[in-house]
Each structure stands twice: as C-alpha cells, then as structure tokens.
C-alpha cells in the first residue's frame, strides 16, 4: 500500500468507489470519468506502480486481473466487442500510478488509439 496513491485509498476504504467486483488479489470498480458507456478499472490489491513494474512473481496475478476483465464484459453484455487496455508512462497517458487495466466497451471504437 502506498499511503498517497488514490487506488491504495479507494483499496482501504478512505476514499468511495462504486465497486463492481473483489476477490483477495483483485478489485474492480467504476471509472470516475467514463469514456464509453462501460468503463472499468481492474486493479490489482498489490501496489505496482504499472505494467513496467511488474515481476515474474506477478505472472498469476495479471493473468487474473485479465480474466477478471473478460468476465465482467460478459456480466456487462459486451460481447460485441471490447477493448482491454494498461498505460505505462505518462506519454501514454497513465495518470494513476498504481496498475490498472481499463474495460471499455458499449461503443465502436477506432483505431488506433489516439
Ligand atoms: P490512466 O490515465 O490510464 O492512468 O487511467 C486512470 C483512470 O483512473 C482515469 O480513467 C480516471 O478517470 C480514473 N480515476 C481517477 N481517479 C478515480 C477515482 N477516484 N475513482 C475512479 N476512477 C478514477
Ligand atoms: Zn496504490
């Protein structure tokens, strides 16, 4: 836990998120500032700055957050399509530093991305 990550704060409590979904290694919830009609955040318990942070140790972990993912955009009914997505670095445009994986879906998307 990182006492100033806004994720770590939503994880303890200190902060509301309209969660969707917890287990012991995962959590999803709400996007505060939705850019499809479904846009969700996948994060994982631990605090891993993002992607370029992860471990071999983290193998297991990311495979749940993706099956996490998968599953709620069936819950959600997205099965049309719907697009996974981590930044990495702020030129990627990762504004939170703790790791996460955007579900978004219920639009046609372009690409590539922006
Ligand atoms: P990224 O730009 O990939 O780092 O994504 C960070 C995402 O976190 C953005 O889509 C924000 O809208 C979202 N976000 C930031 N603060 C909150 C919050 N308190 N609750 C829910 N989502 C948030
Ligand atoms: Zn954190």
């Not at 846009?39 to 193998?59: F, M, N, Y």
Request: aromatic share 6%.
């Amino acid at each position: 836990m990182s006492q100033d990550c806004i994720f770590c704060k939503i994880l303890r409590g200190d902060i509301p998120a309209s969660l969707l979904y917890e287990d012991s290694d995962v959590i999803a919830f709400k996007d505060i500032s939705p850019e499809a009609p479904t846009h969700i955040l996948v994060i994982p318990r631990k605090h891993i700055s993002g992607p370029a942070a992860l471990t071999e140790e983290d193998k297991d972990l990311m495979g749940k957050l993706v099956k996490v993912g998968v599953d709620l955009a069936k819950e959600f009914g997205l099965s049309d399509g719907y697009r996974l997505v981590m930044n990495d670095g702020k030129r990627a445009g990762q504004t939170v530093f703790h790791l996460h994986m955007h579900l978004l879906g219920g639009r046609t998307m372009t690409w590539p991305p922006g």
